[in-house]
Every structure is written in C-alpha cells, then in structure tokens.
C-alpha cells in the first residue's frame, strides 16, 4: 500500500470507483485506504451523522458480493479484511480505515486471524430528483 498518509482524502464512489473527495479517481483500491486513529476516527464519523458500533467477523470468512443500504466505513482494530471490489482488492490491517458507500458491490474477506473492527454506518445519501 503506497503511503497510507499520502491518500487519506480517498473513498469508494457509489459506482465502486475510487474517488478522491475533490473529486478526481485514482486506480488502485488500495490508495482509497486511509490510516488515522481510533479518535480521530470516531470524532470523524460522529461529525458526519454516523452511529458507531464494534463488530468482529471469524476467521476464514469470506462473504461473496454485496452491497449495504447504507454508507459504511471501518476501522481495524485487530487482524485484517480484504475488501474486493471489480478485479481491485485490498486488505486493511490494524489502523487502516475506508469507506464504502451505499450500493457499492463488494466482497469481504478474513484470513487465519479474522477482524475486529469498529464500523460507522449512516443511512445512504438522497439524490437529487431533478438532475
């Protein structure tokens, strides 16, 4: 993962695009990582209207493609998930946050250590009728 500072300002578009919050994509789903911690993370999500709550997934895991109702982002507490995207994949390891907005198809992954994780979800963003 290039400098996980370095892309803090990425997330996951509704499309499964990478989208820097100004706007512009980047390729790879691993710069859409962000690394920060717990605090900021919590202060972060409680400032953008989302409900925070602790979660685990066991080990060895692995949920085919999906997409939530709702915006998500998550922080790693302990071991790792690999999100996929299209053919994109990245595992986020203690620390490592990211976003995944509403209608985005993905999968989720553990390994032999399985995640802990503290998750933010807040209700998806209306879209202007008239566009």
């Not at 996980?4 to 990582?33: C, M, P, Y």
């Not at 250590?113 to 209700?123: F, I, K, Q, S, T």
Request: proline share 3%; hydrophobic share 40%; charged share 25%.
């Amino acid at each position: 993962m290039a400098s996980l500072n370095t892309f803090s300002n990425h997330l996951l578009d509704s499309a499964g695009q990478l989208t820097h919050r100004a706007g512009w994509r980047v390729s790879q789903i691993e710069k859409g990582k962000m690394a920060m911690d717990r605090a900021e993370f919590e202060a972060d999500l409680r400032r953008e209207g989302y409900e925070l709550r602790e979660g685990a997934i066991e080990p060895n895991v692995h949920r085919g493609s999906h997409a939530h109702e709702f915006d998500a982002r998550l922080f790693v507490l302990e071991g790792s998930i690999t999100l996929v995207v299209g053919a994109d994949r990245c595992t986020y390891l203690p620390g490592d946050a990211c976003d995944v907005p509403a209608g985005t198809m993905h999968e989720e992954h553990t390994e032999a250590d399985g995640v802990r994780y503290l998750a933010g979800r807040r209700p998806a963003a209306k879209v202007a009728a008239a566009e």
